[in-house]
C-alpha cells in the first residue's frame, strides 16, 4: 500500500463484528463488512492486534506475537469441509462478548473440527496442512509446544513449570513433543485455520480495493510463548523473572504513571543477531496485512524502564532504544516498510527524527485538539501530510461521548473551528479529518454511526469491561455508508463518482 496516496477507511477490530458464535470471526460477516467498506468508499479496514489475547481480554498481552487468535477463525469453513458438525449455538449477546462463556464453547468447536480434520480430511488438506506447518515452524514448533504444556497444567505461568521444561532442556523438550503430539496437533490445526482464513479475507478485501491495516504491539507479555523460547533476548533473572518491566512515566493524566509489566528486550542481544527476530515479526506482519502500526513507536527511539520490584511507575529512567540500525536491518532483509508510527503521549525531538528519518507516517487524534489554542499540534491546519488523521482511536472515548464530557471551553472551541454541535459532532470531526492533507484519514465505527459512550472499545488502565463491543446490522442502514461515501469523495479519498453529480 502507498501510505502517500489519499486514503481513507475505518477502525473496527474483527472481534466487533456481528456473527452468530459469539463474537465476530472470519466468517461471512468480515466479508459482508469489506462490501459495506467498498460501497462507502473506503480504501483501509484497520483492525486491532490479531495475536492471542492475554489477561483482561487484551489484544495487546498475548501469549504469542506470532501467532494469531484461535477465537477469530470462522466455524462456517469448517463445517463446509465436513470437519465440524452445526453445533447447537448457545443464545449469546449480539452487542457484546462474554469472553468467560464464549471462548469454551468454541475451543469446544475447534476441538471437534481438529478431530474431524485428522479423522476423515481429505488427502489434499492434509497435504496442505503439513506443508503450512513446515513454512512456519521458525515460529509456530515452539508456540504449538507452548501451548501443549500449558493446557494439562490451566496456564500456568511458563517460569513455574518443571525445570526442564521451564529451562528447555533438550531431552525435557524431546520427552513433551511426544508425550503431547495429540494436543500439539491440534494447536497447528488451529494455526493453519487461521492463516487460511486470514489469508482469504485479505484476498477478498484486495480484490474490491480494500487494504488491510494491523496493529503491531511493540512489547510481548512475560508469560509468552517468545519469551520462553528466547528467555536471553528479555531483562530475566536466573529465575526467568523479570528485573525491570515496561511504561511510561506520571503525567498530567495518571500521577502513578503505567506500570504495564511487559519484559524488556536486550536491544544488545538482538543487535547481536541483526535483528533477527523483528525481522521475522515484521515479516509475519506483512503477510497478513498490507499495512501495519506499530503501537508505542516512541520505544525505538527511547524506553521507559521500571524496577520490576515497583508497584508503579514512579520510579524509572528514560534508556536509548536500537533506533535507526533495528528498522535498516529490517528493510535491508524485507524492502520498503509500510508502516504507521503511534507518535502520541510523551514525544521527543528523538522520536520524531527516528520517525520522519524512517519515512513513516505518524497519527494525529482530533479529539486532542481543543484543549489549548489554534496553533494546538492536532489541530488540522497544523498536520503534515505525512500523518494518520483519526476523529479518535480504539483507546479513546466515542465522537459523541468525548462530547458529551468535553469541558465548556472545548466544547465552544470545537463549535467553531468545526461550524458544528451536539447532533452533527461525529459527522464534522470525520469531515475535518477527510478534508485535512493528512494522506490517511481513519475513523472507527463507533463515529461513523454517532454512537456514545457506552460503544467504547477500551478505556485504558481499567483491567475488565473492555475488548467486547459488537455492533449490530440494523445499526449501519444505508444513510452512513451514503454520507461517508460523499464525504470521502469530495476530499479526494475515493472514487469520485459516489457524489453523482449532475452533468
Request: aromatic share 12%; charged share 20%; glycine share 10%.
Given at each position: ?113 481438529a ?71 491440534f ?8 492463516d ?8 477478498y ?72 527476530w ?5 515479516k ?42 533495528l ?36 497519527m ?46 472545548e ?39 454517532g ?53
Amino acid at each position: 500500500m502507498n501510505l502517500n496516496q489519499r486514503s481513507s477507511g475505518v477502525l473496527l477490530h474483527i472481534t466487533s463484528l456481528p456473527g452468530p458464535h459469539g463474537m465476530g470471526d472470519f466468517g461471512p460477516d468480515a466479508y459482508r463488512f469489506v462490501d459495506w467498506l467498498q460501497s462507502a468508499g473506503q480504501s483501509v479496514w484497520q483492525l486491532l492486534p490479531t495475536t492471542p489475547i492475554g489477561p483482561g481480554d487484551s489484544p495487546y498481552q498475548g501469549v504469542s506475537a506470532f501467532a494469531g487468535s484461535q477465537w477469530m477463525v470462522a466455524l462456517e469453513p469448517l463445517i463446509a469441509k465436513g470437519w465440524l458438525a452445526q453445533p447447537d449455538v448457545p443464545a449469546f449477546s449480539g452487542t457484546s462478548i462474554n469472553y468467560g462463556e464464549v471462548t469454551p464453547w468454541r475451543e469446544q468447536q475447534l476441538r471437534a473440527a481438529a478431530k474431524g480434520f485428522f479423522a476423515n480430511g481429505s488427502a489434499a488438506d492434509k497435504k496442505a496442512f503439513a506443508a503450512w506447518c513446515d513454512a512456519q515452524k521458525s515460529w509456530l514448533d515452539d508456540y504449538v509446544l507452548f501451548m501443549a504444556i500449558r493446557s494439562p497444567l490451566n496456564g500456568q505461568p511458563w517460569w513455574t513449570w518443571e525445570d526442564g521444561l521451564k529451562k528447555r532442556e533438550p531431552k525435557a523438550i524431546a520427552k513433551a513433543r511426544k508425550d503431547y503430539a495429540d494436543e500439539i496437533a491440534f494447536w497447528q490445526f488451529v494455526q493453519w485455520q487461521f492463516d487460511v482464513q486470514a489469508g482469504a479475507l485479505k484476498a477478498y478485501a484486495n480484490e474490491r480495493g480494500v487494504n488491510l491495516m494491523g496493529d503491531l504491539p511493540i512489547f510481548v507479555a512475560h508469560d509468552s510463548a517468545d519469551c520462553w523460547s528466547r528467555p536471553d533476548l528479555y531483562y530475566l533473572d536466573d529465575d526467568f523473572q523479570t528485573t525491570v518491566v515496561a511504561g511510561c512515566p506520571p503525567d498530567d493524566l495518571g500521577p502513578l504513571g503505567q506500570r504495564w509489566g511487559n519484559p524488556l528486550y536486550r536491544w544488545d542481544k538482538m543487535a547481536a543477531e541483526n535483528y533477527a527476530w523483528w525481522t521475522a515479526r515484521v515479516k509475519r506482519a506483512l503477510s497478513q496485512a498490507d499495512v501495519f502500526r506499530i503501537d508505542h513507536f516512541r520505544g525505538f527511539a527511547g524506553y521507559y524502564e521500571i524496577p520490576a520490584s515497583s508497584p508503579d511507575a514512579r520510579q524509572g529512567q528514560w534508556l536509548k532504544g536500537p533506533g535507526m540500525p533495528l528498522f535498516d536491518a529490517i528493510r535491508k532483509a524485507l524492502g520498503p516498510l509500510p508502516i504507521v508510527a503511534e507518535d502520541l503521549g510523551f514525544i521527543t525531538d528523538d522520536v520524531n527524527e527516528l520517525r520522519d528519518g524512517c519515512g513513516f507516517p505518524g497519527m494525529k487524534i482530533l479529539q486532542f485538539a481543543f484543549g489549548a489554542e489554534g496553533d494546538h499540534e492536532f489541530l488540522p491546519h497544523m498536520w503534515p501530510k505525512t500523518s494518520v488523521a483519526y476523529t479518535g482511536t480504539h483507546d479513546n472515548d466515542t465522537v459523541r461521548g468525548w462530547w458529551n464530557q468535553a469541558k465548556p471551553r472545548e466544547r465552544a472551541f470545537v463549535g467553531s473551528y468545526l461550524a458544528c454541535g451536539e447532533h452533527d459532532i461525529h459527522w464534522a470531526m470525520i469531515r475535518a479529518c477527510a478534508n485535512s492533507v493528512a494522506n490517511m484519514a481513519v475513523y472507527p465505527l463507533q463515529d461513523v454511526l454517532g454512537l456514545g459512550t457506552e460503544h467504547r472499545m477500551n478505556v485504558p488502565g481499567i483491567l475488565g469491561g473492555n475488548w467486547g463491543w459488537r455492533f449490530r446490522w440494523d445499526m449501519l442502514g444505508h444513510e452512513p455508508a451514503r454520507v461517508l461515501g460523499l464525504i470521502t469523495a469530495a476530499s479526494g479519498r475515493g472514487p469520485f463518482e459516489l457524489l453523482k453529480l449532475p452533468a
